[in-house]
């Protein structure tokens, strides 16, 4: 079963068979699946009136427990922005009551942060949507395969 990255990649055969194109076989499908996740996620977070950005960080809290409170610090280590976009989200989120915010009892110039149950009712939501279209997405996929692809891609990502 050919598809489009198939079809490129003989028509660049045919003008430059001295290029080794095996990378394009594997980097362009993963290129395709990227904008496809990408599509599906945006649609999951509009589903769940969320943005991308805000998604990251209500994940970021939610993934630290069911209690947890985590300093805007911790949130920028976790999401890899800089503290002047934390703050932004954090102000855009507290207006949405989606966290809320409490003095830090022993550092008063530390502030915690914790999901509301309206934040965590979003971002399971939307996660619990991702994946129901991921699982579809990797379902047609051999439980080796499976296994196979994720040491493959994980190799990949290692050694960027």
């Not at 950005?53 to 069911?66: C, I, K, N, P, W």
């Not at 610090?73 to 999401?79: A, D």
């Not at 922005?81 to 989606?98: A, E, H, P, Q, Y």
């Amino acid at each position: 079963m050919d598809d489009e990255v198939d079809e490129i990649v003989t028509g660049w055969a045919a003008v430059r068979p001295d290029l080794d194109l095996a990378p394009m076989q594997v980097l362009s499908r993963v290129l395709r699946l990227s904008q496809l996740l990408d599509d599906r996620r945006e649609q999951a977070f509009a589903e769940h009136a969320l943005a991308a950005h805000e998604f990251d960080v209500l994940a970021a809290l939610r993934r630290a427990g069911e209690a947890a409170e985590l300093t805007p610090g911790q949130l920028i280590e976790l999401t890899h922005v800089t503290s002047g976009t934390m703050t932004n989200r954090l102000d855009r989120l507290l207006t949405r009551k989606l966290v809320s915010r409490r003095a830090h009892p022993s550092d008063g110039r530390q502030s915690l942060i914790r999901l509301t149950a309206a934040g965590r009712r979003r971002v399971d939501g939307a996660l619990e949507s991702i994946l129901a279209f991921e699982s579809e997405l990797v379902a047609g996929l051999a439980p080796g395969d499976l296994t196979a692809t994720v040491r493959s891609l994980r190799r990949l990502l290692a050694q960027s």
